[in-house]
């Protein structure tokens, strides 16, 4: 599995839970929760605290024609909450995260590329190498929803953030799952995940737990909701146990000039529909079996 991602609280999550469940071949980041040079400094503490031996290569440090955009109010001013960060004494292997991602799909055979930030850096790779999708086992995307947004009534962040990246992601992508909000925000780790990790008492249980704690506060705060979303962490997981979910193959077109309807994931749900099924949209899931999953990935002392 190689991840791509904006940490972000929760896509800090997906790390160590990609980390326990998947081989993680390689991190690579995008520009989205934050700024590129927090998102990158937050990878990079995530696999030092939790001593994960993974390679992290920068991205792109803005979208396609929006200009960057992020989700500071949800995830901290740095992207990982109020947590007291150690010196990160790693640096990143490089700032071409493209690359990387091509050499990888090369390298190694069937990789699965979960995207988990806005896709920037996904469409770039398709449109430098269209073979790229030959050499997946799978592209996967937190992103996106059937019915609803949480940046405006129709979009969520992720597509929001670089529409006319996931515009090119879905239409030059294949074996494309989306993971939208329908799932994810069915998932929400509460007070109890907190205690559970904290009893744990590693560094990246606590770390976990630490950032939990300000992602289910900011989910009051914003929401009212008692517990916080994990939505990348989700998408993972429909890797390692795609059991867990359920979906169904349905052309998904992204709307890029809607006034009220920018970055929407027009999911076509017209029973007639037969042709281009690229996408298969995922719209329920066993929360409960997922919560267990992501405590077992952060409470482990070693990868599965
Ligand atoms: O809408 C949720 C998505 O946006 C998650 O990936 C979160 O990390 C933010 O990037
Ligand atoms: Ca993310």
């Not at 190689?2 to 980390?19: K, N, Y």
């Not at 590329?113 to 920037?120: H, I, K």
């Not at 008492?201 to 909701?225: F, M, Q, V």
Request: aromatic share 2%.
């Amino acid at each position: 599995m190689l991840v791509d991602c904006d940490p972000g609280l929760d896509d800090a999550i997906a790390l160590l839970t990609a980390a326990h469940f998947a081989e993680l071949v390689g991190i690579t980041t995008v520009d989205g929760n934050v700024r590129i040079e927090h998102t990158t400094r937050n990878a990079l503490a995530v696999a030092q605290i939790a001593d994960l031996n993974v390679e992290i290569h920068q991205g792109a440090s803005r979208p396609h024609v929006n200009k960057p955009r992020n989700a500071r109010h949800v995830h901290g001013a740095t992207g990982l909450g109020n947590v007291e960060l150690p010196e990160i004494t790693r640096s990143f292997n490089s700032d071409d995260a493209v690359g990387f991602i091509l050499e990888t799909s090369n390298r190694i055979k069937d990789v699965h590329l979960v995207a988990v930030g806005p896709l920037t850096n996904i469409a770039e790779a398709l449109q430098r190498d269209a073979t790229l999708p030959d050499r997946l086992s799978g592209l996967t995307i937190m992103g996106g929803a059937v019915v609803g947004g949480n940046v405006t009534a129709a979009a969520e962040f992720n597509i929001w953030a670089d529409p006319e990246a996931a515009d090119i992601v879905f239409r030059l992508g294949r074996d494309v799952t989306m993971v939208g909000l329908d799932v994810t925000q069915q998932v929400l780790l509460g007070t109890d995940q907190v205690t559970q990790m904290r009893q744990a008492n590693t560094p990246k249980a606590t770390l976990a737990a630490d950032l939990l704690e300000y992602a289910i506060n900011r989910s009051h705060e914003l929401r009212g909701w008692t517990g916080a979303p994990i939505h990348d962490a989700c998408a993972v997981l429909t890797v390692t146990h795609p059991h867990l979910f359920n979906g169904d193959r349905r052309p998904v077109n992204i709307e890029l000039t809607g006034t009220h309807t920018r970055g929407m994931t027009v999911v076509d749900n017209r029973p007639s529909i037969a042709e281009n099924h690229n996408t298969l949209v995922l719209r329920t899931v066993n929360a409960n079996a997922v919560i267990k999953l992501i405590v077992e990935a952060i409470t482990a002392t070693q990868t599965h």
